[in-house]
Every structure is written in structure tokens, then in C-alpha cells.
């Protein structure tokens, strides 16, 4: 199945679109630096610089087909809780009309297949039950967590599709539950600390804190999460490298330089693992196979397999051994020296 990823930023969904084993043809953004890392790390797409959300016709589109996805990503921030109330009025007009621009375009198109993703707030739904009241038959839409997917971080999401697609997400069995102490394994890195806490605090005004044998925070563009001790004792600020391992992306993925830059990106991309379920379910309408067989097979990290253990212990037991023998040995040596017999311990003449 290929793909279209626009308002693409670092390629949060293009990177589960790859994970689904869909081809990635094309990526458009209005900002030229996360658009050219889109380009680097995914060689099988076309990157295009265009301001999207006014007119449909700023980009050339491949023609409507079941085996083709669309998929838009709406800024929002203007519509996000994480702003505090900062938005203006006209902050959350503009990203209603980025949103109302998607949907017109996928409608209109005809597009067999396709997907909008943005923040879940009274202003968002409300605009996607609009659409489902006057397109009931071509539009549906789902508030869901990107833990569920398999994701190590809790990241709530309003994701727009026709119905059967979202039928499919609501019916896909929820995953594992990542840690992010597993999360870092599975990328062979050591969790920096027992703990992390986000910007907001308790009633009690104790910072909010959780484990790292827990699910984390969700992950933001304008303020990364903070390693601590067990007492909430700062260690360090995440990279943003440490918070693109918990967005899902590979450790090959490319993100911009630049402390501030880079969270921004990476903070404001969609969770790899829910873009991933996305097209999972995309492609199983496409082939009319059941959506089990679409699913990749969870391969468990060698480490933490039996037979990967049994040897190690094995080794453990033979160095044990060995000690033991030369301890053994030194002994009887010892008391062979000592012995009235053996040379050294004759009385001097």
C-alpha cells in the first residue's frame, strides 16, 4: 500500500507506515527542516515544501485508489490543553480550519483510505461529530491512547477515518504495555534513572512522578521530561534523543540538531506505534485479510528469553566451579608445605 504523509514534520506517521510494510511516496510540510530529515530517512518518498491548509490544489496528489493511504497531521498546537489556556480565540479558529481543510480534501478526493490525526479536546470533537452527522457512511473518529498500541508512553490522540478503519482500531487487542525501562532495552541503553517527573505537580505540590518500570508521561514539543531519583531529586533533563525513544522512533531515525529544535520535532510527531496500528488496519481493508495476519509477530528480546538465560547461567555456575577448585587446591597446597616432612618445615640446623 503507499502512502502520503502530509503536514509530515519528522515523519511520525511514515515511520509506522514502514513499520506496516507500506511504501511512503510522499511528505509535504511548510518547514524546510523537519521536511529534509523527513527526506533522509525515508529514501522511497518525495519531500515537498508547500504551505498546506488553504488551497486544495497546492499540491499534486496521486488519483484516489484502494491501495493508496492519506494521511494529515494538522498542527496542533493551537488546540492543545498543553498550552494552559495561552490560545487565543483566534489560536483555535486557525487550527480548525487546518483541520476542515483535511477533511474537505479527503472527501472530496474520494480517498478510499485515509486517516487525520490530531489533539482530543470539546473543540476537535465537536468539529469531527459535525462530520460524522453529514457523512455517517464516510467518516468516523475515536479518541485513543497510543499506550494501548504498544507505545511506552500514555499519548491520547482523536484520530478521524471512514468508519471501517476505526471499527478496526477500536477492535485491535490492546498490546503489551511498554515500560520505559523496556523501551530503552529494546534500543540496548540502561534507563539514566529509577524515575521521571513531568512539569506538573501534585495537590500536595510534589512534583508528579512515576517509575521507569512504568508507562511514561506524555511526551511534548515545549518541555521534555526530567530523570529523577526515587525522592524526586533532579538528575537530568531527557535528550531528545531519550524522548524519541519513547515516541517510537529507531535509533537510525535522524532528528534535528539542536536541544530545542529537536524536542520540538519530536514532541509534536505522532506516536510511531499508533501510526503503525493505523495502517495495519489501512492495509487489511486494502487485502481483506483479517487484521491478525497483519500484525508482526512480537519477537522478545534475546536477553530476557529462557534459552538466552540458561547458558548464562551455566557459564555463572562453571566460574563458580573453577573458583571453588583453585580454592580447593590452595588449600592442599598450603597444608602440604606445612607438613613435617616437606623441606621448608624442617627446623633450621
Request: net charge positive; with cysteine.
Amino acid at each position: 500500500m503507499q502512502v502520503v504523509d502530509l503536514f509530515c514534520g519528522l515523519g511520525g506517521f511514515s515511520a509506522g507506515a514502514i513499520n506496516a510494510g507500506a511504501t511512503v511516496i510522499l511528505g509535504a510540510d511548510q518547514d524546510s527542516v523537519p521536511l529534509k530529515l523527513w527526506a533522509a530517512n525515508v529514501p522511497s518518498g518525495r519531500a515537498k515544501l508547500v504551505t498546506l491548509g488553504k488551497d486544495r490544489d497546492v499540491i499534486e496528489l496521486p488519483q484516489p485508489s484502494p491501495s493508496l493511504h492519506i494521511h494529515a497531521s494538522p498542527p496542533c498546537t493551537d488546540l492543545s490543553s498543553a498550552r494552559n489556556g495561552a490560545a487565543t480565540a483566534a489560536d483555535v479558529e486557525g487550527g480548525v480550519l487546518m483541520m476542515r481543510w483535511a477533511l474537505d480534501l479527503v472527501l472530496e478526493r474520494g480517498d478510499h483510505s485515509w486517516s487525520i490525526e490530531n489533539v482530543s479536546t470539546p473543540t476537535t470533537r465537536s468539529l469531527l461529530a459535525e462530520y460524522a452527522d453529514r457523512f455517517p457512511d464516510r467518516v468516523g473518529y475515536a479518541t485513543l491512547n497510543a499506550s494501548d498500541f504498544g507505545a511506552s508512553q500514555t499519548r491520547i490522540r482523536l484520530i478521524a477515518a471512514p468508519p471501517k478503519l476505526i471499527q478496526l482500531l477500536l477492535e485491535m487487542p490492546s498490546a503489551h504495555r511498554v515500560s520505559v525501562r523496556e523501551a530503552f532495552t529494546n534500543h540496548g541503553l540502561g534507563a539514566p534513572a529509577s524515575h521521571f517527573k513531568n512539569q506538573t505537580r501534585n495537590r500536595d505540590g510534589t512534583a508528579c512522578m512515576r517509575s521507569v518500570e512504568e508507562q511514561s508521561f506524555t511526551v511534548c514539543a515545549s518541555h521534555a521530561l526530567t530523570w529523577c531519583g526515587r525522592e524526586g531529586r533532579t538528575h537530568k533533563v531527557m535528550t531528545a534523543r531519550e524522548s524519541a525513544i519513547l515516541m517510537g522512533f529507531g535509533p537510525t531515525w535522524r532528528i534535528p540538531k539542536g536541544s530545542r529544535n529537536a524536542q520540538r520535532a519530536v514532541g509534536n510527531a505522532l506516536c510511531v506505534a499508533m501510526s503503525t496500528a493505523i495502517m495495519q488496519a489501512a492495509i487489511a481493508l486494502c487485502t481483506g485479510k483479517p487484521i491478525s495476519t497483519t500484525l508482526p509477530t512480537r519477537t522478545p528480546s534475546p536477553e530476557l528469553t529462557r534459552p538466552a538465560a540458561e547458558p548464562l547461567q551455566r557459564e555463572k555456575s562453571e566460574r563458580g566451579l573453577r573458583k571453588r577448585l583453585r580454592t580447593i587446591e590452595a588449600l592442599i597446597r598450603g597444608l602440604h608445605d606445612d607438613s613435617p616432612s616437606h623441606p621448608a618445615a624442617r627446623p633450621e640446623d
